[in-house]
């Protein structure tokens, strides 16, 4: 926290630019932390928060609702296959705390004696202390490890780093049978994961095929599937619904970040039939879920994110995502000749650049000071705002930016890269 003397502040925004006070632009690489989908101050997005505030701004959902939340439960459950009822939340952390509440109570409903709860290593769920139990990253949140619960940790597979002797393809095999063996003792009520790739994690791309086979382990052992799409759907990886495009059937699934779009914040769980009526039954057989939030389907938020996805069909966002994905690879070379750059993971609208001190041995650079402050100074040079991950440079730009602009990052970001050789220890 000393490394930063004062924070640049933010007078407006537009489209992909934010605008300092002294009148300095920068591209928003980030999306505003991994959420902006049509970039900052969308006429449509903008009027629909307005006008619903003249209407209702909010109102409780315990024992009453609203019309904007229930449209958009319906649109959630149109989009999502295999979903049957949303609980609405605040944000990606308590969508998450949800879900594990969720499946740990259906076993208990259901009389089953599964109590423990599975997470694929390097995963990330949130910063509460039940998502940081699911979701463990030891530079994260090590130094909470006793307060946090007990999870069943399983191997991913590691394209870049497979273990000494495997190929890439061994060793998701490897992750896949522990998965087996280890689900296969009765005891875990739920597998816990990020859908189609672990972003916190460093942009781990997961192979073809690993989430519909871990479903289908899942299925055989009678585990519930609970995926994490905050980060990963809404066209983030590419597909609307990555689960969909995974061909995997979850039994519970929490979205967030640019469900309004990246305006208001908001996020949702939602669950199979078979899960939700488990918690039906007379009042005296305390089947029901003891969870809910102040601001649960806040009205002026379910409102920006129906016009949000109204947008996403009318826009054709998702095609569109198709075609501008691809300037993304166009750099692939360029970005793998730098003598920093150990490897470059991309999909969709995500791109993790891994630099590294020795390409050979795949060392992770070190530097004089935070990583994240350096090029957070570096990009702002250049025109771009820059956040990283360890050693991994994320680019999680508004999901909206053109083909120019995106090749505008990527040149930046490649010089910003190459900026940086003085800066190493």
């Known amino acids: ?171 998701t095999e490897y992750c896949l049978d522990k998965m087996e063996e280890r ?73 967030g970040k640019m469900l309004t779009g990246g305006y208001l914040t908001m996020a949702a769980t939602l669950a199979t039939k078979k899960v939700y009526d488990a918690f039906l039954g007379e009042f005296d057989e305390h089947l029901h879920l003891f969870h809910g939030h102040t601001y649960t389907g806040n009205p002026i938020a379910a409102a920006v994110a129906n016009t949000n996805l109204r947008m996403y069909k009318e826009r054709n966002l998702i095609n569109r995502i198709k075609k501008t994905s691809l300037v993304f690879e166009q750099f692939y070379d360029e970005l793998l000749a730098l003598n920093m750059v150990g490897d470059v993971r991309h999909r969709g609208m995500l791109m993790g650049i891994e630099l590294v001190s020795d390409k050979r041995k795949k060392t992770p650079v070190t530097m004089e000071k935070s990583i994240n402050s350096i090029i957070f100074e570096e990009g702002r040079k250049n025109g771009i705002y820059l956040r990283t991950l360890g050693n991994i440079v994320l680019l999680v730009p508004p999901l909206a930016i053109t083909e120019e602009e995106l090749e505008m990052l990527l040149n930046r970001t490649v010089r910003t890269i190459k900026t940086l050789k003085t800066r190493i220890m």
């Open 1 to 171: 926290m000393a490394e930063w003397k004062k924070f640049c502040t933010i007078r407006s925004a537009r489209g992909v630019w934010l605008t300092d006070t002294n009148g300095n632009k920068m591209i928003d690489a980030v999306a505003s932390m991994w959420c902006n989908v049509w970039g900052h101050s969308e006429r449509r997005l903008v009027t629909a928060m307005t006008s619903q505030a003249k209407k209702l701004q909010h109102s409780s959902l315990f024992n009453l609702t609203n019309r904007p939340a229930e449209e958009l439960a319906d649109r959630l459950v149109g989009i999502s296959p295999g979903m049957n009822s949303v609980f609405f939340s605040d944000n990606g952390s308590s969508a998450m705390e949800v879900a594990v509440k969720m499946a740990i109570q259906y076993c208990k409903n259901t009389n089953q004696k599964r109590t423990k709860i599975a997470a694929l290593k390097n995963g990330y769920h949130g910063d509460t202390f039940g998502a940081m139990s699911v979701g463990y990253i030891p530079e994260f949140f090590s130094r909470f490890q006793r307060q946090l619960f007990p999870v069943v940790r399983l191997s991913v597979p590691d394209k870049y780093r497979p273990p000494r002797g495997m190929t890439p393809q061994d060793h």
């Open 183 to 255: 689900l296969g003792r009765g005891d875990i009520a739920a597998l816990v994961m990020e859908s189609g790739a672990q972003v916190a994690g460093g942009a781990l791309l997961y192979p073809e095929g690993f989430e519909r086979s871990a479903g289908r382990i899942c299925k055989r052992h009678g585990v519930l599937l609970v995926l994490d799409e905050i980060a990963t759907g809404f066209g983030r990886l590419g597909p609307m619904i990555q689960y969909a495009r995974q061909k995997c059937s979850p039994d519970i699934v929490a979205y």
